[in-house]
């Protein structure tokens, strides 16, 4: 019976450990990426904004049909945000599936950025990104990125149809 429970103890010490780790796993990714890729448009920080990309990123829009390096997709920010007449135009993800290694992390899901005009009328954008993350000096930063409203079919169903954030478990494939 001591034996018996003592194994049934161990193998919940080593399944909880690794339930932590995971956890862990998916806020760090969570948080290195899209906490401050929200903060940077929340507040139109560019440097929070840059300091997300890798130096070799590589960014795609699907809509506009072109590829940009990191220095032309940055610099394209960096003039957006220092006009003083810029309003922050909040961003929010969710997740349709995430597949991770010990140092790259493929997400694909729906954002939405909130934009309020002069009138105070919100309205929103809704599209499908694609990205690829990678572990540098101990951060997930974004090596590429592709995003498209599939020709304009992405909406409010589509995001509320993914998954939030904190589901890791609904959208991680293992």
Known sequence: MAKSTL???TFLFF???VHAQEKQLHQKINRDMYENFSKAFATIDYDLFASIHCKAMIRISGNGGEIK???KYLEGYQERWSDTNQKPAPIDFRLLERITSDSLVSDRGIYRVTYVNDTKETKYSYGKFHVLLKLEDNNWKIL??????ENNSINKESFDNAFPLTEYKKYWKQ
């Open 7 to 9: 194994i049934i103890f």
């Open 15 to 17: 399944f909880m450990g």
């Open 69 to 71: 390096n990191v220095k």
């Open 144 to 149: 590429m990125d592709y995003d498209s409203n």
